[in-house]
């Protein structure tokens, strides 16, 4: 841009008269490399000499303003366009439509596209994959799927994002069967599916837990000559292990490596956590040392993975020594990594030690959840510590964790049950007082 602009000023220094093509270059080369603000005030600067801008002009500048998120500005400028005696063009609508669509303004976004067929410019097949990108993402599938059924009826031709969008909205919505039929009637329209399409359908069969058809879609990308990208693998890999199909997560694992795609750290997460819930701990061990030696950053939802499971093992010294080294590296732990622990020593018969941490969160200013006090609480109910316990429980408003009535109902019965019949009672009438149990 440094030398764009020197050649602007060689130009005028020769005589050479400017005109709106090299100006045009200078916003888009602006707007490309993110300093929309900066292509704005060149707008204001040359157009304060009394030069005029065209549409492509003002299509830069609005469709740079929605990539970079600021939609309201790019309609106030649209607003604009027209008193200019620039009429407003499809590339402009669509860009505001994409936008508004972007930030969730679907309503909006459809205001604007009525306005645009009110105004004789026919809408193409970018207007219609951002609407029905947007009213996908906001749930109303209904309307995104008319939308696509119009396009048809207009002769307007998808393109596969545009199926893409509308099989990946009905499987996150559990619909998988209709998502099937899309992805069948693209492959008789002549669309190829790509690896973005095999990748929302076949997360859709493992979120309804059908992982033979997940599992054979995968195989017909080979036939079909599409690759599997990391995304791929790393849905394959995490519905094998939430479904406790670990040989195949591992088969799939080295197959990654043949093909010389790189896991990722969501992969080994996956993986790391379906080997613990298996009781295949060495495995997941093992796979972290590989984590460190191929230089991939092992994270904490990873480490906290690994503390859970030898919590649940009960090695309650090698997870305490486990928390200890992250520490050291440097690794904040969250309150989740300081439940499972807490929650692994209290029901390993370790209280003391469980205390210990529980308290120290607090004193290192972590926000804790109802989640952290209750296991605590059960930790002290299990050694029948009812006077600490219920000390614990009236701090909770004071840390700014109010009890939960899931969490009230729990402590009732547990008081009951350990025949701590005066204890619940006060404990209801306290309750009954700030209106967390009813009559």
């Known amino acids: 841009m440094g030398f764009a602009f020197s050649l602007i000023g060689n130009n005028i220094k020769r005589g050479f008269q400017l005109d709106v093509v ?29 030069f005029v801008f065209n549409q492509v002009s003002y299509i830069t500048l609005i469709n740079g303003l929605c990539k970079v998120g600021q939609t309201s500005a790019a309609v106030e400028l649209f607003l604009k366009v027209e008193r200019l005696a620039v009429r407003a063009n499809l590339k402009m609508y669509s860009a505001l439509i994409d936008g508004l669509c972007k930030d969730r303004l679907v309503a909006e976004a459809l205001d604007l596209f009525s306005e645009m067929i009110g105004g004789g410019i026919s809408p193409d097949v970018v207007t219609y994959n951002s609407l029905i990108h ?6 109303q599938l209904k309307e995104a799927t008319q939308f696509l059924d119009e396009m048809l009826r207009k002769n307007i031709n998808p393109t596969v994002r545009t199926f893409n969008i509308v099989i990946d ?40 837990k059908d992982v033979k058809k997940a599992s054979q879609l995968f195989k017909n990308m080979d036939k079909n000559g599409v690759e599997p990208s990391i995304h791929t693998y790393n849905i394959m890999i995490d519905g ?16 990654m ?70 520490v050291n590296k440097g690794i904040r732990p969250d309150v989740c990594t300081y439940t499972v622990l807490i929650d692994g020593l209290c029901k390993g018969g370790r209280l003391k030690t469980a205390k210990e941490f529980f308290h120290h969160i607090l004193t290192k200013g972590c926000r804790l959840d ?32 109010p009890l939960d009535s899931i ?25 009954k007082a700030k209106g967390s149990v009813h009559e």
């Not at 956590?273 to 230089?295: I, P, T, W, Y």
């Not at 109802?370 to 429980?393: C, H, I, P, Q, S």
């Open 22 to 50: 090299t100006f045009n270059t200078i916003l888009n080369g602006l707007c490309n490399n993110g300093s929309v603000k900066k292509a704005l005030e060149f707008h204001d600067h040359v157009r304060a000499q009394g």
């Open 134 to 139: 947007g009213l996908s993402v906001a749930g």
């Open 169 to 208: 909205a009905l499987c996150k919505e559990g619909r998988v069967g209709e998502a099937r039929d899309v992805f069948d009637m693209m492959a008789k329209m002549g669309y190829k599916p790509d690896v973005f399409t095999y990748s929302a359908l076949i997360d859709g069969y493992f979120l309804m």
């Open 240 to 255: 094998y292990c939430k479904v406790k199909r670990l040989d195949d997560a591992m088969t799939l694992f080295n197959e």
């Open 257 to 326: 490596r043949h093909r010389n795609v790189v896991p990722d750290t969501v992969i080994y997460s996956s993986l790391i956590d379906g080997l613990c819930k298996s009781g295949r701990f060495s495995s997941a061990q093992n796979l972290v040392d590989e984590m460190h030696n191929s230089g991939q950053p092992v994270g904490l939802i990873t480490y906290t993975i690994l503390i859970d499971a030898l919590c649940k093992s009960q090695d309650l010294d090698k997870a305490i020594e486990l928390f200890m080294r992250i």
């Open 370 to 401: 109802v989640r952290t006090y209750y296991v605590m609480l059960n930790g002290l109910f299990k050694e029948g510590l009812f006077d600490e316990a219920m000390t614990l429980l009236s701090k909770m408003d004071d840390n700014g964790c």
């Open 407 to 431: 969490t009230v109902e729990k402590v009732i019965s547990t008081l009951l049950e350990k025949n701590e019949i005066e204890k619940a009672e006060k404990f209801i009438r306290e309750m």
